[in-house]
């Protein structure tokens, strides 16, 4: 993984951060196919694929995003902990604008102006729609995925209980990926698995979230799960003048929003309200869905069926083989 150092980031609330931001590169080098950028969801990384690639069914050679044709870019959350350096002193300094602007600066030292798509799930995707307004014209296609413009009451409310139990708790890595399991998958999807099965006197169900706390904690770090939780509870594209409309009006990229029926995070009538008030002034937007019982972690568990829908918007999309999707800079 590479690095860029941002000197002196004016963040939103006008602080002044020295941001060390690591990204990865993955396919074809930049200047040489279009180009797609990956945002990563919540404890995710720039790590696509390979040994901790998080994203293997859906990037590598032949997939639905085909290194051998396309050049995929992947930047770090700066504070998620993923590189040396890459925690914030203060997790709150940063808001989802923030990290949008640091996505569109990373791009810019790498000689990058114009991309094919910006691609990004749940946190990820909600920095898709805020880079998406911040720069209209960057991308030919926005696909963001079990996610929102917008943090809702709904989602506040998890947030400011995740924050409680990352300040409280005993074992607050643990107790919080516990608690933001039961966010990421559905009563049915639990019962359905579980079935009230013990193994050695426990409950299936309370072993599995045992094994979910201990997994995280031995892989992040508390900063980073507390910046990371603060950035979720920050997304508003139109915090500026309350006018969501105004704002994603003006992206002129397609937007295919893919929703999830069962998501208890990002719920699916947020999405459905989207597309119904903004389609009458953007035509060129669309709406799928991922049926499933699992809730939001659908975009995880049923690859198949995201790889069909990505496939299907892939091939309706018009790719110019002549444009090389970047600055005539390169690294």
């Avoid at 390979?50 to 995929?72: K, M």
């Avoid at 790889?307 to 800079?329: D, G, H, M, T, W």
């Amino acid at each position: 993984m590479e690095s860029i150092l941002l000197k002196q980031y004016k963040t939103q609330k006008r602080e002044e951060l020295n941001l060390l931001v690591y990204y990865q590169v993955v396919g074809l080098p930049i200047g040489e196919a279009p180009i797609i950028l990956v945002n990563h969801p919540l404890t995710a990384n720039a790590t696509l694929i390979g040994d901790g690639g998080w994203w293997n069914a859906i990037v590598g050679e032949n997939n639905v995003l085909d290194t051998t044709r396309y050049t995929i870019i992947s930047i770090n959350i700066p504070g998620n902990g993923s590189g040396e350096g890459n925690l914030l002193e203060n997790h709150t300094a940063l808001t989802i604008y923030d990290v949008a602007k640091v996505f569109l600066l990373t791009l810019d030292n790498l000689g990058v102006k114009k991309l094919h798509t910006i691609i990004g799930a749940s946190i990820g995707g909600a920095i898709s729609w805020q880079m998406a307004t911040l720069a209209p014209t960057l991308a030919e296609q926005v696909i963001p995925i079990a996610t929102d413009y917008k943090t809702t009451d709904w989602l506040q409310a998890i947030c400011t209980i995740q924050a409680s139990i990352l300040k409280n708790a005993v074992t607050p890595l643990e107790q919080a990926r516990q608690h933001a399991m039961l966010c990421y998958r559905t009563p049915i999807s639990l019962n359905r698995k579980f079935k009230l099965q013990k193994s050695d006197g426990e409950f299936d169900v309370n072993a599995w979230l045992t094994h979910h706390g201990k997994a995280l904690a031995k892989r992040y770090a508390l900063q980073a799960y507390k910046t990371l939780n603060y950035l979720l509870s920050s997304i508003d594209i139109a915090q500026a003048d309350g006018s969501f409309l105004k704002h994603i009006s003006k992206i002129e990229s397609t937007i295919h929003i893919i929703t999830i029926p069962t998501d208890g995070l990002f719920l699916a009538e947020e999405n459905w309200d989207t597309y119904v008030q903004l389609k009458p002034y953007k035509e060129n937007l669309f709406i799928h869905e991922i049926k499933s019982i699992h809730g939001h972690d659908a975009f995880l568990i049923e690859q198949q069926q995201l790889a069909n829908i990505l496939n299907s918007i892939f091939k309706k999309s018009i790719i110019n083989e002549n444009n090389k999707y970047s600055s005539v800079r390169h690294r």
